[in-house]
């Protein structure tokens, strides 16, 4: 289902986190392309050689500090699932999203014209995605009972994901054509997560006659619950090298794996509940159940693990520079499964009957995994007038958590995720106005895919699915289809200053 912290990480997992940059790898200014040809490679990609982009501005930067500025003036993302909940059951999804995704200051000392620093605060990712819906109509659910019952069920989904970051970094110029950096970034990845399911059949008069025998109203009842809340701190190291040629450029960026720091507002909680269920042979009612739990603060380990990845880039002028293309590969290395949130196994959390069936006791714990991945960015540059240059380019996001074997741990709970690969093209101009840069585009991304399993099954429900061993619901189908769309408008700007 949708989700994904994500991605975490390549990690789109929970995250998904959809990229609204325009100009997929061509943007502002010849310094600034040059670096982004490197950078503009999906969710967690954006940034891959924010430490390219700072070396490679050593070329303009004599004697000027420069500010740069981006962000999607608007973002509108739209989800539409079909089948989701059922045959015939949809759910739908539509956001308007304003925000600044970029800002960044380079100052150059004045005492060594080869070196620079460079300070940025990035939204790396935003993702916020909430579905529901009610479900209320007449069935014969409960077939020991006479004539039909009301069946209600209620179903909300909520996965708010955010991935802040703050970067310096230094860049040094090796040789006329080489060029070094390296830069460390501290990360903010907070997650806001809730699912709940609540079914309930019950009949539609106070006293029933069954088998001549009076019997006093009930409710049959399902209940499902999760709720997650976290803030991981942490941080890492990007390292890049850059070779300019008088017409090629080949540049190569290594991003470390993230390390922890620090969590706080952590909160986990989930509750599943059934009653009035009667067993297959109707005789007699299956055993009520409970099983409760909620921890919070130091109870609680959160670890959300950014993969290693390297990416490559290219950028080719034509003779005359008059126009130019580009191309960036980027691989994420996978990530084992493991433990994203560990919480202590709590023995009363049920009745000690149902504690010792349990497969898997760590009732808050939720595992996280993700596969390698290779994105790819091509992009163009065109210059149409002496101040005014034509940009495009097209971006893949492929999603690295989709097939992922988790192994010994597939007991464990997890994020639930859309899971869904996405692809963005962009267009846009970018236009010199006494000195300063200013970018401004469109990108639309789409992202499809059919086939897939439902979240539920409220089409077709039976009292008691026994493939599924779940209370009135039927047994899920695999013909969810899954589209997305999106259009953001974008602006940038590089603002010049002499020191």
């Known amino acids: 289902m949708p989700a994904s912290p994500a991605s975490p990480s390549t990690d789109r ?76 059951i949809d759910l739908n999804s539509s956001k308007f999203i304003i925000q600044p995704r970029f800002i960044s200051f380079l100052v150059q000392p004045k005492w060594n014209e080869n070196i620079s620093v460079e300070v940025a605060l990035i939204n790396n990712a935003t993702y916020d995605l909430t579905l529901t819906h009610t479900e209320d109509r007449l069935t014969d659910i409960i077939p020991y009972l006479p004539g039909d019952e009301r069946y209600y069920a209620s179903f909300l989904y909520w996965n708010k994901y955010r991935d802040d970051w703050l970067g310096i970094g230094g860049a040094w110029r090796a040789s006329p054509n080489i060029l070094l950096g390296i830069s460390w970034f501290g990360m903010i990845k907070s997650l806001k997560y809730e699912r709940n399911i609540d079914i309930e059949a019950m009949p539609l008069q106070d006293t029933l006659i ?39 450029s080949i540049g190569i960026t290594l991003k470390t794996p993230s390390m922890y720091v620090y969590a706080d507002g952590k909160r986990v909680s989930r509750k599943e509940k059934q009653s009035n269920i009667r067993e297959e042979s109707g005789e007699d009612f299956m055993r009520d159940f409970l099983i409760a739990d909620s921890q919070e603060k130091k109870v609680i380990t959160t670890n959300f693990k950014d993969p290693l990845s390297i990416a490559v880039g290219m950028m080719l002028n034509n003779h005359d520079e008059s126009s130019t ?76 958590r989709k097939g992922v074997d988790y192994k010994s741990y597939s007991d464990y ?87």
Request: some cysteine; aromatic content about 10%; overall charge positive.
């Open 325 to 400: 293309g580009f191309l960036t590969l980027e691989y994420f290395s996978k990530v084992d499964p493991y433990k994203l949130i560990s919480v202590p196994v709590n023995p009363n959390m049920t009745t000690e009957g149902i504690f010792e069936k349990m497969n898997n006791k760590e009732w808050l714990s939720f595992s996280h995994a993700s596969k390698p991945v290779l994105n790819i960015a091509i992009g163009y540059r065109k210059n149409i007038a002496e101040n005014l240059v034509f940009l495009c380019g097209f971006m893949t996001d492929i999603n690295s």
């Open 210 to 248: 069954v088998d001549g025998e009076p019997m006093p109203f009930y409710s049959a009842n399902f209940q499902s619950t999760e709720l997650v809340r976290f803030n991981d701190y942490r941080m890492m190291l990007k390292l890049g090298m850059l070779y300019t040629g008088s017409r090629l």
């Open 13 to 88: 997992s929970i995250a998904p986190s959809i990229r609204i940059n325009v100009i997929a790898v061509a943007a502002n200014s010849k310094v600034a392309e040059r670096s982004r040809i490197f950078v503009k490679l999906g969710r967690e990609k954006k940034f891959s050689a924010i430490t390219l982009k700072m070396i490679i501005r050593l070329k303009s930067a004599r004697n000027e500090a420069l500010s740069e500025i981006r962000s999607a003036i608007f973002s509108l993302e739209y989800f539409n699932l079909k089948n989701a909940l059922g045959n015939g």
């Open 413 to 499: 709970n997890r994020l639930e995720a859309l899971d869904l690969n996405v692809y963005h093209v962009s267009t846009g101009l970018r236009v010199n106005i006494k000195g300063h840069e200013l970018v401004t585009g469109l990108n639309y991304g789409f992202g499809y895919e059919k086939g897939r399993t439902q979240f539920l099954n409220l089409s077709d429900p039976v009292e008691f699915n026994q493939e599924e061993g779940k209370a009135l619901q039927g047994t899920r189908q695999h013909n969810m289809t899954i589209m997305h769309n999106s259009i953001s408008l974008y602006f940038g700007a590089n603002l010049r200053f002499l020191n």
